[in-house]
Every structure is written in C-alpha cells, then in structure tokens.
Nanobody, 115 residues
C-alpha cells in the first residue's frame, strides 16, 4: 500500500519561505514521478511543480523562479522549497506520486500566506 505523508505547511508572512516535504512508504520511490498540487478555496486543484524519475522538473508559470522541487531517493522524499511567498499561494498543498498511470495522493498540508 502506497502512502504519502506531507509536512511543513503553516502560516507565513508575504515574502517568507516554507519547505514542504512528502515522504513515501514502500519501495520503488525512484521510479515514481512526483508532483505537488494545490487547491485554494473555491478553485480547482492545480499542478504546481513536478519532477520525473530522471530528475526533470516543470513548474506552473505562477511559481517559476520562486519554488523549487527536488527529490531524495535515498530518503524516499520529495520537497517543495517555496520562496517569496504571496497571499495568492495560500492553499492546501497535495503531494502526488504517479507510476504506470496510477496516482497516489497525500492528505494535504495547509499553507497560509498572510500578514
């Protein structure tokens, strides 16, 4: 059974930083494409950043230059470093793992950017 557990969310002031972590249970983490999604109140869930098993990354235009996704296969963990946070980054952030067209989701972690 695949489990993804996020951590690192919280309340931060505009311009601040947070680092989200997502730890995966089980084996074969290195084979998974890993993604971060977010969902703000009243909005659809959107892809924020992704990293393939080969380490190739992609970002939503709204976070390019501010967010960085990375992975540590030895720790079976994916990270999302978020800098220069804005109020519009406020959302529940979800970790997603994808392998062979199957998706797995974490429970989400709240990020609130407010003064």
């Amino acid at each position: 059974q695949v489990q993804l557990v996020e951590s690192g969310g919280g309340l931060v002031q505009p311009g601040g930083s947070l680092r989200l972590s997502c730890a995966k249970s089980g084996s074969s983490f290195s084979l998974y494409a890993m993604n971060w999604y977010r969902q703000a109140p009243g909005k659809q869930r959107e892809l924020v950043a992704g990293i393939t098993s080969a380490g190739r990354t992609n970002y939503a235009d709204s976070v390019k230059g501010r967010f960085t996704i990375s992975r540590d296969n030895a720790k079976k963990t994916v990270y999302l470093q978020m800098n220069s946070l804005k109020p519009e980054d406020t959302a529940v952030y979800y970790c997603n793992g994808r392998l062979l067209e199957r998706d797995y989701w974490g429970q989400g972690t709240q990020v609130t950017v407010s003064s």
